[in-house]
């Protein structure tokens, strides 16, 4: 899917490793533990293909920005896996598993901190500095927005959209967004892509949370059903509320603080008994044809053709 980009993703590996290295041991220990769990690196994949839409293509500028961003995406898991208290993370132990909610609080400021800093000495311009300001702003609104609502089965499905862009499609759209303006790209051309990155994040997410509810816990690599679980009412829930025949069993059941796993089954299997997979599923193809049709037809051939792709993985997920 990445093809055109895969040397960047590679030197993206080894200059995050540099970035997290300290003179304190423990977080150099902490970060390349982090690093070293992987992930997607869909952000600065995204940031990588519209970067390399200029004229010219300069690593030394575009490679630290993408650092700063795939940092801040990393310190926000560790914070959500404090708040959720997840033992695992894509298959790996979590930070504060492993080191206490303490360490790991720290280690994720410690991120925040240093992807600033990678900013700061790279001279980006300032929309780039106030960006990322915003983004972390949004990406906390969203949790607080999230943990007031938890074991509350709320049917306000206006709210999870805004929820979900705040903690995720923001996110992906100001990537897009910031490799158009190291590329020099005309107004126009970067909020299509800010846009194209929104709609492939709300996507992402949505799919996130089906997922939730049908795949394995060895396939996401933690434990499946854990949104319920955790009180969190996603899409196919708040659809299922609607319409299902046992809509008050199922609110009985996400608005309990004290949920077994027959309870979790139960829910989930009434979840699957309603529409409310198929329904969350047409959003998901909804914000997937949206984000095709608003790329630019002026980018190079091969970087749409990526970012299609992109959607095709979005679509096709299964972890």
Request: aromatic share 6%; with cysteine; charged share 25%.
């Amino acid at each position: 899917m990445f093809e055109v980009i895969k040397q960047d993703l590679v030197d993206l590996e080894k200059a995050m490793v540099d970035a997290v290295e300290s003179p304190v041991e423990m977080i150099t220990e902490i970060g390349t533990h982090l690093v070293n769990s992987g992930g997607k690196r869909l952000r600065p994949a995204l940031y990588f293909l519209a970067a390399h839409c200029g004229k010219v293509f300069e690593q030394g500028k575009a490679t630290p920005l993408a650092v700063a961003l795939e940092m801040i995406h990393m310190a926000s898991l560790v914070h959500d896996d404090v708040i959720d208290s997840a033992d695992l993370r894509r298959g790996s132990v979590t930070a504060n598993a492993k080191w206490g909610n303490q360490l790991a609080i720290l280690g994720g400021d410690y991120l925040f901190a240093m992807a600033f800093s990678l900013v700061a000495k790279n001279n980006y311009e300032i929309r780039i500095t106030t960006g990322l300001s915003e983004l972390i702003c949004d990406l906390s609104a969203g949790e607080i927005i999230q943990n007031k609502e938890i074991y509350k089965a709320s049917r306000d499905e206006q709210e999870y959209y805004d929820r979900i862009a705040k903690k995720t499609a923001n996110f992906l759209a100001i990537c897009c967004e910031f490799g158009g303006i190291v590329a020099k790209l005309s107004a126009k051309e970067i909020d299509a892509l800010s846009a194209y990155g929104k709609a492939l994040g709300m996507a992402f997410q949505i799919t996130d949370d089906l997922l939730d509810l049908t795949a394995s816990s060895e396939d996401l690599g933690k434990p499946a059903g854990n949104d319920i679980l955790q009180g969190i009412v996603t899409l196919p829930v708040i659809r299922a509320l609607e319409v299902s025949e046992n809509a008050q069993e199922l609110e009985q059941i996400v608005t309990c603080r004290e949920m077994t796993t027959a309870m979790l089954e139960r829910a989930i299997e009434l979840v699957k008994e309603t529409d409310g997979l198929d329904y969350a599923q047409a959003k998901v193809d909804e914000y997937l044809e949206l984000a095709c049709t608003i790329l630019p037809d002026t980018l190079p051939a091969e970087i749409r053709e990526a970012y299609v792709l992109a959607t095709d993985f979005v679509r096709l997920r299964k972890s």
